[in-house]
């Protein structure tokens, strides 16, 4: 494009997100077009349905149902994707791309399932594709894993990167409520959906676990390839059992590189409370990042929010309207690395684990003896009798979960052992 | 250049930091090349003393004491300057733009007193001129703010943007320790040098201050716009009287837009233990951000050091690589908004102040006049006996700095005041 020819820019959806890019395309126009060196204009906005209620109102003329036709216009210059989900984004994005457009989403969930589809289109076409606001929200956190970490290798990224599974979580240990009733409060907040499977399985963590192990090992890594469990098994009693270690639960995304392997998983975890994820509170996120060179990073903010994710998806037009102008393109995904995913068996962990148990004599070497048997090392126990029976908390040391979990089975089977009350994986601690 | 071609550095210094860059191209050298697309190769590193003792072992016939000669040879495509200090790395930096380098920089003091030369040097030669490692060590906090917020408005900033102080602050904190107890424990760790004044006396979080201010206000702002205080007069009772009110007490680097002016300034600060940034610990830095789209950001990690700062380097040279390979420039600075800088009395802060009074009738009341007739309204009042004298601690509301200061001086002045104990700005908290 000439430079100085407006930037033509048409979004797809517009709901609590795509509004409040509608919303900041007018308002902060002046200082976009500072920002990029020429104007930066809104030339239409697909929505499903023409006379629906939104948060903004959008120039006359530029709404449309026809949003393949929109991206099929020869006068768009870049395409933001904000509807969400599988089907139709993935259409549309591939049409924009193949029609010259560069594309900036924020659909983990697309990114996550069919990535490489994407990418290699955005190659193919010497167009960029950019989403920084798939992954929480308004958190710079791929553009600094791409770019500012590109001289360092990244061994390890912890995050909570969902908001509602926060929020419920934090009530659990704050006002001690049980997972109903703090998800039930987060519903009445709007913090969560009134079906909240896709946040409180873990489906919306994998998924941006994906996106983050992809970028940070330079491989490619899809949400199948992610291990998962959800908070809705997390009981009261879990929380507490957090408390007395001093640790709190949160649900992390985890993305290691183990030897020249990635593991990567979402899972309820106790971290402890001096770790800088565990003051991560209500719905906020944040992404911890280990490297070699630099250390320890943490990335904080709001995850999620119209306008929170719009700021995102704004940064990232700008970039993309920069490399337009300058006839380039941005830095393209790197899978060069091309490695292996461990599964969850073999990935290395810790376990902590509450048991009810008879309380007379040898219990404990009982107990310890079911974790030599499958080489698991206990690194503390904590035993309080309670009249006839008596509490056994043991927290292991690193073994595969595969070890760990056949731990656990073990002691289920054990005459002694009444109830395995809590199992939970520890993380975020020096051995 | 051509693209398969390899992109061929000098390095400028071989201290902690210079070092760290060799030992990291040698050892990423195969993930450097994947990233960039051709290898990265070191060409020459320039030296005040050819067999001084360093921490690598630099490859034979590297070596150079003649910087200047080294900069302006024609097969070095990018110059790492990690010299620090205004001269020689200016003319350095000058010569190697001049001769068609990039350069890569983690100076600070230099951004800060003369940066506009730098960056129409840059922009008149065509190059890229980089240097994320010149704020907070290894936190990505720069292309986050010029790249990832590009579509947002920045209203304010706080840093913890100096190891050494925030050491020294934290064990004023938590062991009790007196200010001179506290440094000199720093010394001994190697967290403050010999002479400390550029850390102590705020000049390093100056610099800091003024660099990241012109990034989020897209607009000049060197070191001498830049309020400065140091911590050298914060004394225990500061860090006692903090402690009474649920605050810590930081040396905050603050940079605020105030309508379409700038206010940036230095100086010690009590912020609430609930506020992101009352965490940070040690020697580590964070920098805190708040923007009308994205809300509040943190970015947090480890602020100096060899290691880290050479990990930012090495993303910013990989950036570098890749516009040299693509015939293109990353973003350059702007400065279009060209705001005013506003003088510290016209601030808008808030005091905690504590006063030894005699302790008799009618006291508060001559004291809420005293700051009645500056026009500052008091927050709030804590009122101590002790035997035949009083401490009230005060809090105001927010006022210009001069109205607090000349209450200040009004107090001092007043027969029943015995003496004003401690004066500290109130930031981080809504009012």
Chains 1, 2 share one sequence.
Do not use: W
């Amino acid at each position: 494009m000439e430079s100085d020819k407006a930037l033509r820019v048409a979004v797809l959806g517009c709901g609590s997100v795509g509004s409040q890019v509608v919303r900041l395309l007018d308002e902060q126009a002046a200082d976009l077009e500072a920002r990029v060196g020429a104007p930066v204009e809104l030339v239409g906005v697909a929505v499903r349905r023409l006379d629906a209620p939104r948060e903004v109102e959008v120039p006359e003329g530029l709404l449309t149902t026809d949003a393949l036709a929109l991206v099929s216009r020869d006068d768009v210059d870049v395409v933001v994707e904000v509807i969400g989900g599988i089907e139709p984004a993935r259409t549309l994005i591939l049409a924009a791309l193949e029609n010259g457009a560069s594309v900036v989403t924020a659909n983990k969930a697309l990114l996550a399932e069919d990535g490489p589809t994407l990418f290699e289109a955005a190659e193919k076409h010497g167009r960029d594709l950019y989403y920084e606001a798939a992954v929480a929200g308004a958190i710079p956190i791929l553009r600094p894993l791409r770019e500012s970490l590109a001289g360092d290798k990244v061994t390890r990224v912890l995050g909570i990167v969902n908001g509602t599974t926060n929020f419920i979580l934090d009530k659990m240990d704050t006002a001690g409520s049980g997972f109903a009733e703090a998800l039930e409060e987060a519903q009445e907040l709007g913090y969560a959906e009134a079906d909240p499977t896709a946040d409180v399985e873990g489906f919306d963590a994998a998924a941006k676990a994906a996106i983050l192990a992809s970028l940070a090992f330079h491989s490619r890594v899809t949400a199948s390839d992610v291990h998962r469990e959800g908070i809705s098994e997390v009981t009261a009693a879990d929380v507490q059992s957090a408390k007395d270690m001093g640790a709190v639960v949160k649900l992390l995304a985890i993305c290691e590189l183990k030897d020249d392997a990635v593991a990567v998983r979402v899972h309820p975890a106790m971290i402890p409370r001096s770790h800088p994820l565990a003051s991560v509170r209500e719905a906020y996120n944040a992404v911890f990042v280990e490297s070699e060179a630099a250390g320890q990073l943490m990335f904080y903010g709001p995850g999620a929010g119209g306008s929170p994710t719009a700021s995102a998806v704004l940064g990232d037009l700008v970039t993309v309207a920069r490399n337009a102008r300058a006839g380039t393109r941005g830095v393209g995904e790197s899978a060069y690395a091309d490695r292996a995913v461990l599964p969850m068996g073999e990935t290395r962990t810790r376990y902590h684990v509450a048991i009810d148990v008879d309380d007379r004599a040898g219990v404990l070497a009982q107990v310890a003896l079911a974790f030599a048997e499958h080489d698991v090392s206990i690194q503390t126990v904590r035993q309080e009798g309670r009249d006839l029976d008596a509490q056994l908390v043991v927290v292991s040391h690193e073994a595969t979960d595969a070890q760990l979990s056949a731990t656990v089975e073990h002691l289920r089977g054990m005459e002694i052992v009444r109830e395995v009350t809590s199992v939970m994986r520890v993380e975020g601690e020096a051995e």
